[in-house]
């Protein structure tokens, strides 16, 4: 029942050349002239990870050594065992591996740089804003977590950390890399406490979380505009469906529609589908040619299929309201007043003309709320290699922007026999 | 088989229709005619579930098609006033695609739109875009839509509108023949009184939203049957010789032009006379006096005051 109003569609946008020339040609054309217009002023640009870390230290690891050694002639174990334990001591320094295998790794300096304070200055630090995040460490802090490894309960060791909102980005990584680590600190004290096995600290496993980062693409010119024009001009797709839907009424065949007892949620449905797929099929295509000419390649090409997949169902949405607003309103305004103001409205917001985010965190936030902004978060987010997480709220609101709409479209949607 | 019951429909302004009442049985081929604007297509958009009624039922074996509009949609073909196609399609694409949404299987669809195009006659056509269609043809694909389902009920509304004489010719016996031959009960709507002449067994006249007269053609004239219309025609009609008519109060009805005036008069006078006479005293010149019988276009001259066609 769906299948046929889809192809239908489809025919129909196919045979129009306005609209096929708008769909795809508008936007690679676009990507050209401006990766010559402005691809000078990006080159040679440095990575956007960048960012200082403060660490202090309200003790000092070598006393809490020495302070377990004294201590440690009151537990109850056996010489050899005794032994062991001071040998192994002297091999596990957690702070100091964090600062020099860590943060110290060749990797991660080029990004963080990692500056030693007393905790004295922190206050002051955490006004003046000069650094991505402030890690601070309490004192006796190696002690405990000694202690807890042997099954002494004293206080749970922990770090306090002091993010730089202006610099979420750059603490994020920070916050990630100190997770794994604290994560490592805890299984090595399980391992002990349960006598599984040697001391695991290492520096290696730290680094894992550490390798992705220094793996991170740096963002060209091109990769911004391909993305930025792409998400601005799969807008169009729904403001045309929507003429469609409204000259389907106009010209009469809607009634033909009708009286084949086609239900109107099918009808809707096949809208959403519509739209939806000609919005893959756009994304495709224009991704397509540009990895083959602009050279911009994905990563990780299921994100891309996700975060294309979730785009396209949010202009496959927005494709079904406009066609109910049309109905509505008997005329295609709505299409209209979409095309003509609120696509470059929300492309700008978004950022696809240039990177408004520079400009005010307020605008970067609004531009994630419209579902092409969102997208084009996620999208230079993929490309530039990060994981799930730092896409999956952009991805969260595409869903919810997507159903949302939806439901709204079949509210206004008029039902039957209504004269609209 | 169908019938109408007091059928209202009210738009903000408008009375569209105002109390119809009308019937159709198996097989015939019934007329609704009515000048621009006399209700019929709102009629018929209700009749074919389209809109609902502000009051008033259509009722289809014996159920009311308003609450339970399946039954009908099954069986009915509507062939719409206005031209309902994709012009950026072709003819075989707006075929398929109408046939398909009634959920048609694939090689009754092959096999329908074979018969179809057939019947309207553009088998050369299939694969050209509606839109570089002519007007007749157009039309007579906006006719095919409406039969792949094989519906056994069909409205027609102005089917012929703004087509040349040959189209028109071709799809007035497709008409006849769809009855003839198929066995489709059919309601046409027109404003061509020859149209629903030849077409039709039974005629409604509709006007300002109202039935005014129903019956067969034959009781529909006979509503005239009572009068005998005159048609003078000369080379210029003097005023004094239509001063005289007018005077007259035997004389129901008059509509004259430079060259030509037309008397409706009681049939029981001889008026063939009276006219001859005035002729002479008036000293009128005179090409040629018609006796003329009752048209349908008569009939709705007399019950509207107004000509069928502006
Ligand atoms: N949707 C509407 N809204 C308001 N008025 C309407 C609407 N549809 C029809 N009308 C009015 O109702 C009246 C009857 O219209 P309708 O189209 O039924 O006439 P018709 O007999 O089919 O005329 P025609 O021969 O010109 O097709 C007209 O006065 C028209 O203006
Ligand atoms: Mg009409």
């Known amino acids: 029942m769906i299948y046929p109003l889809i192809k239908k569609q489809f025919l129909l946008v196919i045979r129009n050349r306005r609209n096929f020339t708008l769909l795809l040609v508008m936007p690679l054309v676009l990507v050209f002239i401006i990766n010559f217009a402005v691809g000078d002023l990006w080159q040679g640009e440095a990575p956007v990870l960048e960012g200082k870390l403060a660490i202090a230290e309200h003790g000092d690891e070598e006393e809490d050594l020495e302070r377990i050694k004294r201590e440690i002639a009151d537990i109850p174990i056996t010489d050899d065992q005794r032994n062991l334990v001071l040998q192994r001591i002297e091999q596990f320094k957690p702070i100091h591996i964090l600062k020099t295998q860590v943060f110290g790794s060749d990797d991660l300096k080029q990004f963080i740089q990692l500056e030693e304070v007393s905790p004295e200055q922190i206050d002051i630090l955490k006004k003046s804003g000069e650094y991505a995040a402030i890690l601070e460490v309490p004192e006796g802090f190696t002690y405990h977590i000694i202690m807890n490894m042997f099954g002494v309960q004293t206080e749970k060791p922990a770090f306090h950390y002091y993010i730089n909102e202006d610099k979420d980005f750059t603490a994020g990584i920070v916050m990630d890399i100190l997770a794994a680590f604290e994560e490592e600190m805890k299984v090595n004290m399980l391992f002990e406490r349960y006598d599984l096995q040697e001391f695991r600290v290492s520096s290696q496993d730290i680094q894992g979380s550490v390798v992705t980062v220094s793996k991170t693409n740096p963002l060209t010119s091109t990769m911004y505009y391909a993305v930025g024009m792409s998400v601005m001009f799969v807008l169009y797709i729904a403001s045309t469906i929507g003429t469609y839907a409204y000259e389907e009424k106009r010209i009469h065949v809607f009634e033909r529609i009708i009286l084949a007892s086609s239900s109107r949620w099918a009808y809707v449905a096949s809208i959403f ?102 997208a084009m978060s996620a999208y230079l987010t993929s490309l530039q290699g990060y994981g799930y997480g730092e896409i999956g709220n952009n991805l969260l609101y595409l869903i919810i922007f997507s159903f949302v709409i939806t439901l709204i479209a079949a509210f206004i949607f008029p039902k039957r026999g209504e004269v609209a | 088989m169908l019938e109408v019951v007091d059928l209202k429909k009210q738009y903000k302004q408008t009375r569209a229709v105002d109390g119809v009442n009308l019937f159709l049985e198996e097989g015939e081929i019934v007329g609704l005619l009515g000048p621009n604007g006399a209700g019929k297509s709102t009629t018929i958009s209700m009749m074919s579930t389209l809109i609902k009624p502000t009051s008033g039922d259509v009722r289809y074996l014996n159920e009311s098609v308003v609450k339970h509009p399946q039954k009908l949609r099954e069986n009915l073909g509507v062939v719409p006033q206005e031209i309902a196609l994709y012009p950026e399609l072709t003819a075989k694409e707006n075929l398929e695609f109408f046939g398909k949404i009634y ?160 008397i409706i008069v009681p049939k029981e006078t001889n008026y063939f006379h009276t006219i001859i006479q005035t002729v002479e005293e008036e000293k009128q010149e005179l090409k040629s006096v018609e006796v003329q019988k009752p048209s349908l276009e008569d009939v709705f001259l007399h019950l509207t005051g107004k000509a069928l066609r502006d």
């Not at chain 2, 019947?119 to 095919?144: A, C, Y």
């Not at chain 2, 089917?159 to 016996?173: A, E, K």
């Open chain 1, 273 to 374: 589908l519509t739209g939806t797929l000609l919005s893959i099929i756009q994304l495709f295509i224009l991704y397509g040619v540009g990895s083959v000419i602009f050279k911009v390649n994905w990563p990780n090409i299921n994100q891309f299929l996700l975060i294309t997949l979730f785009l396209s169902m949010s202009v496959g949405a927005l494709s079904t309201l406009l066609t109910a607003i049309n109905y509505r309103t008997h005329s295609e305004q709505a299409s209209s007043v979409f095309s003509n103001m609120i696509v470059s409205i929300i492309a700008f917001l978004g950022g696809s003309f240039f990177p408004v985010h520079l400009i005010s965190s307020f605008i970067e936030k609004l531009g994630n709320l419209t579902p092409n902004g969102a």
């Open chain 2, 103 to 262: 959920k048609m299987d694939k090689q009754l669809l092959k096999q329908r739109m074979e018969e179809v195009f057939q019947l309207i006659g553009l088998e050369n056509k299939k694969k050209e875009l509606v839109k570089h269609f002519s007007g007749g043809m157009k039309r007579r694909l906006n006719i095919g839509a409406a039969l792949l389902h094989q519906p056994s009920i069909l409205f027609m509304d102005e089917p012929t509108v703004g087509i040349d004489p040959q189209s028109r010719n071709y799809i007035l016996d497709t008409v006849k023949q769809l009855n003839k031959e198929h066995h489709i009960t059919i309601v046409y709507t027109s404003h061509y009184m020859e149209e629903v002449e030849y077409l039709c067994d039974r005629i409604y006249i509709m006007d300002e939203g109202k039935i005014i007269a129903s019956g067969t053609k034959q009781e529909i004239k006979n509503i005239l049957s009572s009068e005998q219309t005159f048609i003078v025609e000369a080379q210029s009609l003097k005023k004094e010789f239509i001063e005289r008519f007018k005077k007259d109060g035997a004389v129901q009805q008059l509509s004259y032009s430079e060259n030509k005036v037309t």
